[in-house]
């Protein structure tokens, strides 16, 4: 029991306290076997990555990069050629048309959708739709029209279908449309 005291007297605690810790890490050690890029980080010489660097620094970012110019053109064409519903603001009103082949006939359909906020406006509204290319089409010849009324009803939303004369063939069309106060054109392709 003796021993024991003698192990913990505070003069053996000061003792220890004296002598030098053992590092078995070593900074130093560590950074000379780093790449250059960490002991550059390191040492705090590095600058801002610039913009091109950041793009073109490795070949994956290379990768995204093409990636997205690539998605966005294809989205650019099939939006820009696909046109089977188009949404127009007319005298406050939203409207979406859209042409449908339906067996042998082709159909004009016109939804409106009244604001959220305020009163919808109530108007007569002109249409007047004609095929973009006709086949059977002389020199000179202007192509059909086929005009149309209807009119927008206090209600917050109306749905339109209207006939057209057309070939079923014709794919695209230009669509106008006339209020009192404005005047919007529309290009449509027909969707089966």
């Known amino acids: ?12 605690l ?5 002598q030098e810790p053992v590092f078995y890490y070593s900074r130093e050690h560590r950074l000379e076997r780093a790449s250059p890029r960490v002991r550059e980080l390191n040492s705090g ?7 091109t660097k950041r793009i073109f620094g490795s070949r994956g970012n290379v990768m995204t990069f093409i990636m997205i110019i ?3 053109f294809m989205l650019s064409f099939v939006s820009k050629y696909s046109q089977a519903t188009t949404n127009v603001k007319l005298g406050g009103n939203t ?3 859209a042409i449908q082949k339906d067996e042998e006939t082709l159909v004009l359909e016109i939804t409106r959708q009244s604001p959220k906020t305020g009163a919808a406006n109530a108007e007569e509204v002109e249409i007047a739709v004609s ?3 006709v086949k059977s089409k002389a020199k000179g010849e202007t192509p059909p029209v086929f005009y149309h009324r209807i009119y927008f009803s206090q209600a917050g939303y109306e749905n339109y279908q209207i006939s057209l004369p057309f070939d079923i063939n014709e794919n695209e069309f230009i669509l106008l449309l006339k ?14």
Request: aromatic fraction near 6%; charge should be neutral; proline fraction near 4%.
């Open 131 to 133: 095929p973009t290319n």
């Open 179 to 192: 209020t009192a106060e404005e005047q919007k054109s529309v290009k449509l392709r027909a969707k089966s």
């Open 45 to 51: 010489e590095f600058g801002k990555m610039s913009a």
């Open 95 to 97: 409207v979406s048309l």
């Open 70 to 72: 690539i998605t966005f």
């Open 1 to 12: 029991m003796n021993e024991d005291k003698k192990k913990y007297t505070p003069v053996s």
């Open 14 to 18: 000061d003792e220890n306290i004296e």
